[in-house]
């Protein structure tokens, strides 16, 4: 073969060589889909979020999936309010990976205890629904930076003049045991279900008839049974 027929054959070959090489690299590529529960009640999770090799994608009604992960490795993060940090090791190759993840609260078996109690103690006559709400409006508290950032301490918090936020806690209803209703409301909230839609308060407006009452002032939000949710004037 003359000289410079070889070096043409040897140019061709060299390109083959190099696209075989970029597409087995493209096609070694991954997708993870995975589900998140909570490791408890197993509820599928309204919300959070999934990070691997780079790339965030919000949980949706307890999913999520992430494409065109390089082949490899990878550590798998799972983070949700109210919940600690889930990691895991996740091996990617070509095609999809099933995952499923469990968290747990970032909550003590005994504050989850006195929350229960506490939505008892003020929503037991309600709905299932009201009952979830009441729940999630704690937790909006806790996350929110007028409020103190543990569960225990908005459950607990006293104003200025020595009264608590919850009358339950003054009043000793907080210290009846929680029904299962309550109990499931509160994995619930947990989990992300929110009816109260943000509230960080609520009130029965029919045992505060007296409209220059300071939860009048509020923002209103939604009215769910007997209780009206509001978000604080101060939020």
């Known amino acids: 073969m003359k000289p410079k027929y070889l070096l043409f054959s040897s140019a061709i070959l060299l390109m083959l ?7 087995s690299g493209v096609s070694q590529n991954g997708t993870i ?4 529960v909570d490791n408890t009640s197993g509820l599928a999770f309204w919300s959070g979020q999934a990070t691997i090799a780079g790339k965030t994608v919000q949980i949706s009604s ?14 798998l993060t ?13 091996h990617v190759s070509n095609g999809r990976i099933m995952v499923e993840v ?9 504050h989850l205890d006195l ?13 299932y629904e009201g009952q979830v709400a009441v729940a999630a409006s704690v937790l909006n508290r806790v996350r929110h930076h007028n409020y103190p950032n543990t569960l225990y301490g908005v459950i607990m918090q006293r104003d200025n003049r ?21 109990k499931d409301a509160v994995r619930d909230a947990l989990a992300g279900w929110d009816p109260s839609q ?17 939860v009048w002032q509020q923002v209103p939000i939604v009215q769910i049974g007997n209780h009206l949710f509001f978000r604080a004037q101060i939020d």
Not at 17 to 23: R, V, Y
Not at 62 to 75: L, R
Not at 102 to 110: G, I, R
Request: aromatic residues 10%; glycine residues 12%.
């Open 162 to 182: 020595g009264y608590a936020q919850y009358s339950p806690i003054d009043n000793g209803a907080i210290n009846t045991p929680a029904g299962q209703n309550a």
């Open 102 to 110: 469990k968290m747990e609260p970032s909550y003590s078996a005994a």
């Open 33 to 36: 889909v995975g589900t998140v």
């Open 198 to 214: 943000g509230a960080t308060g609520f009130f029965a407006p029919n045992k505060v008839p007296n409209k220059n009452n300071w």
């Open 115 to 127: 929350f229960a109690r506490l939505v008892q103690a003020e929503s037991g006559g309600e709905s």
């Open 62 to 75: 307890g999913q999520f999936e992430i494409t065109n992960i390089p082949a490899g490795t990878h550590m």
């Open 78 to 90: 799972v983070t949700k309010a109210h919940y600690q940090d889930k990691s895991i090791q996740v």
């Open 17 to 23: 060589l190099l696209t075989g090489c970029s597409s």
